[in-house]
Structure formats: C-alpha cells, structure tokens
C-alpha cells in the first residue's frame, strides 16, 4: 500500500501517522484532511511524504486506501459530497456506524473495512480488531501491532464496548493519585508513584503464557494488602455494575447497526 489517506485528523489519525513512520524505513505516502487543521500541518512538518490536502475529496482521490476518522456524531456532515471510487478500500474508525450505512453515504461499491486501533499503533503496541477481514487492511496494522479480524459485526461490537472502558481506566489512577494526594502526599509524587505502579502491571500483561485471572492470583497473597481491595471494593456487585454498564453500550451499538 504506497498511499494512504486520513479524513478526520484526531488523537487516532495522529497515531496511524506516527505509527507508520515508527521505527523509520520506507513509509508509504500520507494525504490528510484539512479536518483537524493543526495536527494535519505538525504531521505534514515532522513527516516526508505526509500532505495535507485542500479537502477531503483530495484526499481519496490521490489515496489507495482511504482511513475514515471523523467523529460518529460529526460523519454525515464531514462526509456530505464525498465520492470513493469503488476501486479504492475504506476504512472507517467510528464506533456505532455500520458498513452498509456508511457506504450509502460515500455512494460506493468499494470494501469497506471496519477497525479499531487505538493510540498505541503510534509505537506499533496496538493490536486492532478489523471486521471483516480484508489483506490490505489486516496487513497494514499487522505492521502496526497486529490485526485481530473478526467475522461480523455483532463480534465487532463486542470489540468495540470494551474499548469503550479505556477511560474509566485513567479516570481509575486519576481517582488513586487523588486519594493519596488527599492523605498529605504531594501531588507530584502521588502521580509519580501511580504511573510506575501501573507501567510495571502493564509489562506483565506481555505474558501471554498466564491468563488475567492467573496474573491476578499471582499478584496477590492470601489475607494481603492486593487481595484486600479486590475483595471490598471490587466485589461481585461492583463486577455486575460493570458488566451492565458494558451490556447497555453494547445495546446502543447495535441499535444503530440495526437502523442502518
């Protein structure tokens, strides 16, 4: 795939970017969108071969593989007008917008591939789920940190609700660099503290000869400290909570799969 173009330059267009030139080596050519017009220009000035062009048309005109990156709430509008010859691939990265409603908006025949790499691509860490599996696709975030393809998009939405607990996790750390801070330690260290405890938790998580409930297990002793807190905070209720919370996301995804 020699090039490749962006509409909708966000937090993940930014990652596909840098992802793609991580590492160095030959990286194929880069057309952004105008949407996201300062992260398009800083792309344009880090990277060789990334352009931003004058509007989205531009865009999948000059690309092979055009990458959909707007907003859900935003599609219609950023994409009003917008023509992919059927000889091109799509890939669209907006959660709650199936394949067939997207295609009617783009008016094309070309394969449509639904993804979901989240910001680590930029380092190649990510592993991201594709629906359906599609060569050209599954190989280019194979180079990003792998492809996870998945055969509907029933499944595919599955991927997406957990994807949806990314922030809560902060909002987690936040939440414990906040009580100790409330406990006299400063700020500073507190946020210190809490990132190294995690980054070393997310190193184990490279083990993939243990599964989650084993690294839990492993992590704690009988009557301590770790085993404490799972137990009275992390209880059967609060498991529950969460497993509901993620059943009614789900629900409104394919709510508006169903509508398409």
């Avoid at 596909?16 to 050519?29: A, N, Q, R, T």
């Avoid at 009003?80 to 990265?93: C, P, R, S, T, Y």
């Avoid at 592993?127 to 599954?138: G, M, R």
């Amino acid at each position: 795939m020699n090039r490749i173009g962006i509409i909708g330059v966000g937090e993940i267009g930014r990652a596909i970017v840098e992802g793609l030139h991580h590492g160095g080596g030959v990286s194929p050519e880069v057309f952004l969108s105008p949407r996201g017009a300062r992260t398009a220009a800083e792309l344009a000035e880090r990277f060789e071969g990334v352009q931003v062009c004058a509007d989205n048309q531009e865009v999948a005109d000059r690309s092979e593989l055009v990458v959909i990156a707007v907003r859900r709430q935003d599609c219609r509008e950023a994409l009003a007008g917008l023509k992919v010859d059927d000889d091109k691939i799509v890939v669209h990265l907006m959660a709650g917008v199936a394949t067939e409603e997207l295609r009617r908006i783009l008016a094309t025949s070309a394969p449509v591939v639904r993804a979901i790499p989240l910001p680590a691509v930029r380092e190649r860490r990510s592993v991201t789920v594709t629906c359906p599996s599609h060569p050209v696709v599954d190989s280019l975030f194979q180079q990003l940190g792998g492809a996870l393809p998945v055969t509907d998009e029933d499944a595919f939405n599955v991927f997406s609700a957990l994807t949806g607990t990314l922030t809560a996790h902060y909002t987690y750390l936040a939440t414990l660099t906040s009580w100790a801070a409330g406990h006299g330690i400063a700020p500073g260290d507190a946020d210190r503290y809490v990132r190294g405890l995690f980054q070393n938790v997310g190193r184990s998580l490279g083990d993939g000869t243990r599964s989650l409930d084993q690294l839990a297990a492993d992590h704690e002793t009988p009557k301590g400290n770790n085993e404490r807190i799972r137990t009275t905070w992390f209880d059967p209720a609060n498991a529950a909570a969460l497993k509901a919370a993620l059943d009614g996301l789900l629900a409104d995804l394919r709510v508006v799969h169903d509508r398409a």
